[in-house]
């Protein structure tokens, strides 16, 4: 089946791979461990477009990612969402929040711009990821 | 069960009614078509924390809020989102968005104070939405 990652996605992460229906991918920001899925099915803006097949496997990957992160980095709240206000391919965002953040308690859409991580640093957190799903 | 809703989700919203999991409450905001599922169970924060049941209930609910927004007020986006950061019970927020309003393309979530519906104008928006999901 054809998959097409919308550039801008492609652009502002690093890929950690694909579980059965999504990809994976890190966003490029150093401040929040901030994963994106992205349902591999072209052409869909909204998760109630997804089969009822798709919607099950996405509730299952969104809680996988969650408890990953969650043991992973132990933060003080997970945050979800599915905005696509700018970018309109569909793509749920899990982000790992600690009081401690810039843009807590608030979201961290739209609140200030990401800071790239160092490319070391990048390559660390890619490869704990990969190791965590098993990709 | 027993379940009891945060006091401050129920100072900001207007009750709609009970789905089998989830409680569908509107938000005090005449600025946004605003839904919020509360799954009924007591002492959950995150979604993961669900059953595999309830997970899959919550799905579908969230999925049945979305295209009801969808067909009722036909926004340009939805956005889906669990924060919590704030009020820790786990809810869902479901928001009919559009170019045109005050947010648009940020997110709605400290975006600014809340504008409350005139009384006439929620009482009609809750009767809409009620006969929309037969509550």
Redesign the interface.
Known sequence: MSFHLHPRLAVDTSLIGDLELCRVLLMNDARYPWLILVPRRDDL????ELSGAD??A???E??HV??TL?GLFMP???????????VPQLHVHHIA?FQTDPA????V??HSSAQPYPSEMRDRRVAQLRGAFGL
């Open positions: 803006r909204e998760v109630h919607r099950l996405l509730m299952n969104s809680c969650a408890e969650q003080d709240k997970l945050n979800i969402g599915v905005l696509g206000n700018i929040r807590w308690p608030g979201p859409w739209g």
